[in-house]
T-cell receptor
Framework: AQKITQTQPGMFVQEKEAVTLDCTYDTSDQSYGLFWYKQPSSGEMIFLIYQGSYDEQNATEGRYSLNFQKARKSANLVISASQLGDSAMYFCAMREGPYGNNRLAFGKGNQVVVIP | EPEVTQTPSHQVTQMGQEVILRCVPISNHLYFYWYRQILGQKVEFLVSFYNNEISEKSEIFDDQFSVERPDGSNFTLKIRSTKLEDSAMYFC??????????????FGPGTRLTVT
């Protein structure tokens, strides 16, 4: 069964606009972590932001913020003030269970293209 | 800033041949991982490694795969007899020992394996 669902089609966003990337997850664990990674066309995976299941506040890292709605099991990424360099695939990932279990389960990704 | 490195960046091999993909994790990290990404698909967990032994492995990581930490710096993934379906980008990642459930997995740039 899918653990992480990212279903948005490819998105075009105007430079300097904000964009929201949807991510829903499925787990029965109480302790888990949610991650967003960026993959530009060059292929590397770049960590953006992390949200723990017990964190009461939404995570923020610069222009990235995570809209965490635990009851809905969603962890949407918001990129504010988009830049041309934000054009990439964005992957949502989840770590389940206590920190002894380290595997990350990834979604299929969201393609974002920023246009000038 | 410390980073995970991987060699080679691209490996072409014939079906049935053995390949070894190499990674140098970040020096103070103790958890190591391999993931793969078949072209156009999501990133999939293969194996995690801690304290000189496999911590967890996925169903993909069958007897054709093995991992090793041959010295104090390298972490390798060996595929004994490559198949066409092993063609993918292979990512190495490393993390510190998680404290309080939070840790970040730092990814290397990947090795693109092409099996012909």
């Amino acid at each position: 069964a899918q653990k992480i669902t990212q279903t948005q089609p490819g998105m075009f966003v105007q430079e300097k606009e904000a964009v929201t990337l949807d991510c829903t997850y499925d787990t029965s664990d109480q302790s888990y972590g949610l991650f967003w990674y960026k993959q530009p066309s060059s292929g590397e995976m770049i960590f953006l932001i992390y949200q723990g299941s017990y964190d009461e506040q939404n995570a923020t890292e610069g222009r990235y913020s995570l809209n965490f709605q635990k009851a809905r099991k969603s962890a949407n990424l918001v990129i504010s003030a988009s830049q041309l360099g934000d054009s990439a695939m964005y992957f949502c990932a989840m770590r389940e269970g206590p920190y002894g279990n380290n595997r990350l389960a990834f979604g299929k990704g969201n393609q974002v293209v920023v246009i000038p | 800033e410390p980073e995970v490195t991987q060699t080679p960046s691209h490996q072409v091999t014939q079906m049935g041949q053995e390949v070894i993909l190499r990674c140098v994790p970040i020096s103070n990290h103790l958890y190591f991982y391999w993931y793969r990404q078949i072209l156009g698909q999501k990133v999939e967990f293969l194996v995690s490694f801690y304290n000189n032994e496999i911590s967890e492995k996925s169903e993909i990581f069958d007897d054709q795969f093995s991992v090793e930490r041959p010295d104090g710096s390298n972490f390798t993934l060996k595929i004994r007899s490559t198949k066409l379906e092993d063609s993918a980008m292979y990512f190495c990642a490393s993390s510190e020992v998680p404290v309080g459930g939070y840790y970040e997995q730092y990814f290397g740039p990947g090795t693109r394996l092409t099996v012909t």
